[in-house]
């Protein structure tokens, strides 16, 4: 049986474009130089002035990076002011902020807790300290260990982690005990990312300097099944291709509007916004972000408007990338278009293949079809 929808009420994303160090294998936007961070949370609330009006509320709000647990608990505080100020915000809104594991205290935990913030995602990537040297990341496993035990002495009952595999040096069973380790802690969310080496990163120049190679898709398969076999028999529903949920009540509200066509309205630099069929997205420079707002102005770069085909397959795509798929007659409804039909002998192969599954008239991947979710969309 599928959930009942949320009315596609819109969410929230704020994006907080400060690191103390850039990682190298991130391609977010995002500064190491916070000595602006003042003259970005005012620019930052203009903004939000400026959308006044224009959704008529949110029940997700989500503070991404970059690194929002850069900035302090008073500066987050007064971007939720401004929000409340301006928007209509539902009573059971979900409130996540993403935190780097040694940035935070017992005492700013507290804080944000207090301020109404919900859920956390944390981003831990591995215990192991090798792995977390290559990553570049600033934190250790110790460290890791901590914020999860403060987390849970602040009150927060929603904390969600955020793992990395695929790395070089990295085995399965290495793999398989970082999991085990994160499972202690029962969290009621775990994404697990494959490490895309993104172009223009300093990872991917060492790759094309042949300084390390990248595990066979043989391999990264066998991750990928491994994962979410052992996430599964803990009680974990593996809803989308990288996100795993203690109950269907503990999926991330926010993330499932980018997969569902929800619209949804992005805030700060480089923040991508989405609504009916408009999509636009704001500059990815915080100098040229703070320049138009200090003169009221928009900040976009750049609009686009997508086409009925344009819609119909991006529909297709993010729902192939979920557990729940695909509501056949809301398809034809929402876009005048019986892929059942249109698609019949493919999809009879599909079947046959067991990537996909058609059962009380939706159509979703299989366990093993989320792993080749990018091949059967190429196929429709």
């Not at 091949?375 to 429709?380: A, D, F, G, P, T």
């Amino acid at each position: 049986m599928s959930e009942p929808l949320r009315q596609n009420i819109p969410g929230l994303y704020i994006h907080i474009p400060f690191c103390v160090s850039k990682c190298p294998y991130c391609n977010f936007y995002s500064v190491t130089d916070r000595s602006n961070i003042h003259r970005f949370i005012a620019c930052l609330v203009v903004e939000i002035g400026l959308y006044t009006g224009r959704f008529d509320r949110f029940d997700t709000i989500y503070f991404g990076g970059g690194t929002p647990s850069t900035l302090s608990p008073e500066q987050l505080e007064t971007i939720i002011n401004a929000v409340c100020k301006h928007f209509a915000i539902s009573s059971d809104c979900e409130i996540t902020c993403e935190l780097n594991p040694g940035d935070v205290s017992p005492d700013y935990l507290a804080s944000l807790r207090a301020m109404g913030i919900t859920r956390l995602t944390i981003g831990i990537q591995s215990f192991d300290e090798n792995i977390l040297s290559f990553l570049g990341r600033r934190h250790s496993a110790s460290e890791s260990i901590a914020v999860l035990d403060m987390a849970r002495s602040a009150g927060f009952e929603n904390i969600g982690l955020d793992l990395i595999y695929g790395i070089p040096g990295q085995n399965l069973r290495s793999w398989e005990r970082g999991l085990r380790r994160a499972l202690s802690w029962e969290p009621e969310h775990i994404s697990c990312y494959e490490l895309s080496i993104e172009p223009g990163t300093p990872l991917h120049h060492r790759y094309t300097e042949n300084e390390f190679t990248i595990p066979e898709e043989n391999v990264l398969y066998e991750f990928f099944t491994t994962t979410s076999q052992l996430l599964e028999d803990a009680g974990y529903v593996h809803y989308e291709v990288s996100n795993f949920a203690g109950d269907r009540h503990l999926r991330s509200r926010h993330n499932q509007k980018y997969w569902d066509h929800t619209p949804y309205l992005g805030i700060g630099p480089a923040a991508h916004s989405f609504h009916g069929n408009r999509r636009w997205w704001n500059l990815p420079s915080l100098d040229g972000y703070m320049g138009h707002l200090q003169g009221h102005r928009y900040p976009p770069c750049g609009t686009e408007t997508l086409t009925p085909a344009q819609l119909r397959s991006e529909t297709l795509y993010l729902a192939l990338r979920t557990k729940q798929g695909i509501d056949l007659s809301d398809f034809i409804l929402r876009h005048g278009y019986d892929i059942l039909k249109e698609k019949k002998d493919v999809l009879a192969r599909l079947c046959n293949d067991r990537l996909i599954e058609i059962i009380d008239g939706r159509l979703r991947p299989t366990a093993r079809g989320l792993a080749l979710a990018d091949s059967i969309y190429k196929e429709l």
